[in-house]
């Protein structure tokens, strides 16, 4: 390392903005030098980055309103930038990025759809932007990229909805294992597994709606439920506690119908586990908790050696934990067992026909109480194993669900 080279960097390029005004300086992951000073991971021993700091904080304090140079930065991790540099006078203005929602979503579809040469005529934007919640601009050019190449595969002369549907499955779940030595029995306990989920959460109101399940094995999940969740800013515990119960809808088929459990769970587990502590130290759900939060939104204690609650407080919010789970789990195995018919028809026509659609549920649930979400060109996919994995992830699958 030499020694006084960032800050001579920042010197350089600062005059050459002056001397090429009117310009904008953009510095993208402003993080790797920005850093909060006195919160290095390595305890203070990289001086050199903190010498770069105070560099380019001095050079943007000397800065007239008419110099003719604006200075823009990005950054995913806003937490940990030094105060100094977001003072009025510095970065004084902050635009957050969010994901895009469905509106956004489907003018950005349009974007991307421009460079394929022949593209199906019934396709339409806001299908796919309905078919995509949680994806940001650069997943969506890659579901275009990849159903492009879908269709080059098969040979096809234009991009068809079909190979969007397949792109969409791909990214989410990964890569479809046919070639996975599955035994009859594994098969079986997936089968039941998968439409516990689908039974769950098709019968409870605020659960989230169910698009297609599957038994192939895709990426690292052996079978999936995949659901369209709504586009909502708040959730209500009354959405929480269902969603939680739709997790627990597999564990709880297997103790069911089979009298044991597998590890099949694992995935499910986690995420009801985390969604539940949530509840209690991030939004107050917890009636002996009470209406307190110990999320930190700033980050500043990210190198902190204490908790922000006693050791007595944090026997409780355990015991409210396993509450809210045990309470979830009860409610499943209440639903499973009431519908029991229901769930076993289910889970004999996921082994027949690997991946079933909303159909299959109207069909042997009746229609579904709640939020409706248009599901119109869904059904209509190709039953032959493409196996769709989601959000529900179960067995292993990855969630991009992230609570917010």
């Known amino acids: 390392?030499?020694?006084?080279?960032?800050?001579?960097?920042?010197?350089?390029?600062?005059?050459?903005?002056?001397?090429?005004?009117?310009?904008?300086?953009?510095?993208?992951?402003?993080?790797?030098?920005?850093?909060?000073?006195?919160?290095?991971?390595?305890?203070?021993?990289?001086?050199?980055?903190?010498?770069?700091?105070?560099?380019?904080?001095?050079?943007?304090?000397?800065?007239?309103?008419?110099?003719?140079?604006?200075?823009?930065?990005?950054?995913?991790?806003?937490?940990?930038?030094?105060?100094?540099?977001?003072?009025?006078?510095?970065?004084?203005?902050?635009?957050?990025?969010?994901?895009?929602?469905?509106?956004?979503?489907?003018?950005?579809?349009?974007?991307?759809?421009?460079?394929?040469?022949?593209?199906?005529?019934?396709?339409?934007?806001?299908?796919?932007?309905?078919?995509?919640?949680?994806?940001?601009?650069?997943?969506?050019?890659?579901?275009v990229n990849e159903a492009a190449l879908i269709a080059a595969r098969k040979d096809k002369s234009k991009v068809e909805r079909q190979d969007f549907l397949d792109a969409i499955d791909r990214i989410i779940g990964g890569l479809e294992k046919r070639n996975k030595i599955i035994s009859p029995a594994e098969k079986k306990t997936i089968a039941y597994h998968e439409a516990g989920h689908a039974t769950v959460s098709w019968l409870l109101e605020h659960a989230n709606p169910l698009v297609k399940v599957t038994i192939v094995p895709r990426g690292q999940a052996l079978g999936a439920a995949w659901y369209l969740p709504e586009e909502r800013q708040i959730t209500t515990t009354e959405q929480m506690m269902d969603e939680l119960s739709s997790l627990m809808g597999g564990r709880a088929a297997e103790?069911?119908?089979?009298?044991?459990?597998?590890?099949?769970?694992?995935?499910?587990?986690?995420?009801?586990?985390?969604?539940?502590?949530?509840?209690?130290?991030?939004?107050?759900?917890?009636?002996?908790?009470?209406?307190?939060?110990?999320?930190?939104?700033?980050?500043?204690?990210?190198?902190?050696?204490?908790?922000?609650?006693?050791?007595?407080?944090?026997?409780?919010?355990?015991?409210?934990?396993?509450?809210?789970?045990?309470?979830?789990?009860?409610?499943?195995?209440?639903?499973?067992r009431e519908n029991k018919e229901g769930h076993h028809k289910l889970a004999k026509r996921l082994l027949e026909k690997e991946v079933i659609f909303t159909d299959d549920l109207v069909e042997i649930f009746g229609e579904r109480k709640g939020a409706q979400v248009d599901f119109k060109g869904v059904e209509e996919q190709v039953v032959d194993g493409n196996g769709n994995s989601s959000e529900d992830g179960n067995l292993d699958s990855e969630s991009k669900e992230k609570i917010d």
């Open 1 to 143: 390392m030499f020694v006084g080279v960032g800050a001579s960097r920042v010197r350089d390029l600062f005059k050459q903005a002056k001397e090429k005004s009117p310009c904008i300086i953009f510095i993208d992951e402003i993080d790797a030098i920005g850093r909060a000073r006195g919160k290095n991971p390595n305890m203070g021993a990289n001086d050199e980055r903190e010498n770069t700091l105070n560099q380019l904080l001095s050079e943007m304090d000397g800065f007239d309103t008419n110099s003719g140079v604006i200075i823009l930065a990005a950054t995913n991790r806003v937490d940990i930038l030094d105060k100094a540099l977001l003072r009025a006078g510095r970065f004084d203005r902050q635009i957050h990025v969010e994901l895009p929602d469905l509106k956004e979503r489907e003018e950005i579809f349009k974007v991307h759809l421009k460079p394929l040469k022949k593209i199906d005529t019934d396709l339409n934007p806001e299908f796919l932007a309905k078919q995509t919640p949680g994806f940001s601009g650069a997943d969506i050019a890659n579901a």
């Open 255 to 336: 103790e069911i119908v089979f009298n044991k459990v597998s590890t099949g769970a694992l995935n499910d587990l986690e995420r009801a586990t985390k969604k539940a502590y949530a509840m209690v130290t991030y939004f107050g759900m917890s009636s002996e908790v009470g209406n307190v939060s110990y999320y930190d939104s700033t980050g500043r204690n990210e190198y902190s050696f204490t908790k922000p609650f006693s050791e007595e407080t944090a026997v409780l919010i355990d015991k409210e934990t396993k509450k809210i789970v045990d309470n979830a789990y009860q409610t499943a195995l209440k639903i499973l």
